[in-house]
């Protein structure tokens, strides 16, 4: 059997694993499993129900019988902001998805939580592979190059900033490299995250890239960028995160988180 057919024969079955080992799960649980920010129902006669879980016990929700409606509801924020990460914890209320068996159950899954029931699957089954962030980095070319600089003081505050539950809602597996564990709470969540994912990436090197300022004493240009953006913003009474994935920007909640491990510690000593 050809290599490209073996692999292709592994997904398919490690597909439709996952899909009777998740919808099992599903059928234990009579009062619902919590998947990221989903409660998944069994629900008699028609398969399985699906909301955000602020919505468990809601009244009047728009319902949808086509698991295919995730897609849209995973698509935006409440606010109407496009979800580049999937796992953060701003999936939209007012929906339920009502689908008719396990197929609809995962393919709805799939749209919410993308690559979520296989990996969760094959994480239980003790065959899902890891990717450290070295291992990760050493992939990466153009523009993200840099990151293979990272300290791995680096990578772990880029990590406690961008990879926590407040955040991202899949539990962090990977590693350093393979004899460096990252030394952060992992996540109480059943999504896992088996390597560091483009959101990251480009976080991590927006982090390179403050690490590469002169910024032993004093503050980095970056820094009082910062600073400077948070006092215009307060003055004004409109503090407001800039959108996920804008790491340029001084008001971006990933941004800021890293800011309080790094500089807010700077300016306590030298205050
Ligand atoms: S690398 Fe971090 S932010 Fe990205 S999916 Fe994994 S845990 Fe979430």
Known sequence: ??????????????????????????????????????????????????????DAREAGLRVSEDPRAAREIAKL??????????????????????????????????????????????????????????????????????????SDEGVLDAALACCEDAVCLKKTLWDVDEDTPLEVDRGEGEIPCPEPCSIFVSFARRVRLFERENDADGL?????????????????????FAREAEFENPLNERRMRYRRLTLVPKLRRNG
Request: glycine share 10%; hydrophobic share 35%; proline share 5%.
């Open 220 to 240: 980095s240009p970056s820094e009082k960028e910062d600073l400077a953006a948070l006092v215009e913003a307060a003055a004004t009474g409109e503090v407001g």
């Open 1 to 54: 059997m050809s290599e490209a057919r073996s692999g292709r024969l592994r997904v398919e079955n490690a597909s439709a694993g996952s899909r009777e080992a998740f919808a099992a799960w599903v059928d234990g649980a009579p009062d619902g499993r919590v998947f990221g920010q989903v409660i998944v129902r069994p629900a008699p006669p028609f398969g399985y129900s699906l909301r955000h879980t602020d």
């Open 77 to 150: 924020t409440e606010g109407g902001d496009y979800r580049p990460l999937k796992s953060s914890p701003n999936l939209r209320r007012g929906w339920e998805l009502r689908v008719a068996d396990a197929r609809g159950l995962v393919t709805a899954m799939n749209y919410l939580y993308p690559a979520g029931v296989v990996h969760w699957y094959l994480n239980r089954e003790g065959r899902l592979d890891l990717t450290s962030f070295r291992e990760n980095a050493a992939r990466q070319s153009g523009i993200y190059k840099r990151v293979q600089r990272l």
